[in-house]
């Protein structure tokens, strides 16, 4: 294992009642969170590497331990995000050296499909800092209904030489959703974007 992990948090929500309506079926959201040492806190190193093999490690652990946690099969996802949040000794361009080059890959193998972008944030933050894992339907971005987020915080991460990393996947869209756009039922799944 290349990650230096201190621990793992599954965070599921799950909105019964949105605007005063019940939510029928109710939204599940499901996040997995890994707090990491960060190898290269406090000092500029030029081949991070070390941290892509990290996000490709992370990607598919925080993905299974988040799709368990829903409660479904990978396939049955629809929505998906990761985001990371970096302590103070660390730079945005770590976070973005572990979400971007190769956490996808495993992430989308855990869920058998997955066409769209995967949304993403980065964050410099302290202990307890809440932070916004976006969400966009996994197979076509111009889902309207599924343009969301999550908010996670870890109540000691990251520490200055700490990374969180997080990924979220969830089974719906949002509650009530009515702002148009492309339907869940038409999308296509071939360019990632209809």
């Known amino acids: 294992m290349n990650a230096n992990i201190r621990k793992i948090i599954i965070i599921v929500e799950e909105i019964l009642v949105e605007g005063e309506r019940p ?8 996040a997995a969170l890994a707090i ?6 406090g000092r ?13 490690e992370l990607g598919g652990l925080l993905a299974e331990r ?6 479904i099969p990978g396939p049955s996802v629809e929505s998906y995000g990761k985001a ?3 302590g103070a000794e660390g730079e945005l361009e770590h976070a973005a050296a572990i979400l971007h080059p190769k956490l996808g890959a495993p992430f989308r193998k855990v869920l058998g499909k997955g066409a769209a972008l995967i949304p993403s944030s980065k964050k410099r933050a ?24 999550m908010e996670v915080r870890v ?5 200055a ?9 969830t089974d719906s869209g949002r509650p009530h959703p009515r702002v148009g756009g492309l339907a869940k039922h038409e999308i296509k799944g071939e360019d990632g974007l209809r």
């Open 44 to 56: 500029y190193v030029e081949d991070l590497e070390p941290l892509v093999a990290i996000g490709e």
């Open 161 to 169: 030489n700490e990374i969180v990393v997080a990924v979220a996947v």
């Open 126 to 149: 302290g202990p307890g800092a809440p932070f916004d894992i976006p969400l966009g339907h996994k197979d076509a971005a111009f889902v309207r209904s599924h343009f969301d987020g």
């Open 155 to 159: 109540n000691d991460a990251p520490r």
């Open 23 to 30: 939510a029928v079926p109710p939204c599940r959201r499901a």
């Open 36 to 41: 990491i040492e960060n190898p290269f806190a």
């Open 66 to 71: 988040a799709v368990a946690a829903l409660g």
């Open 84 to 86: 990371a949040c970096v």
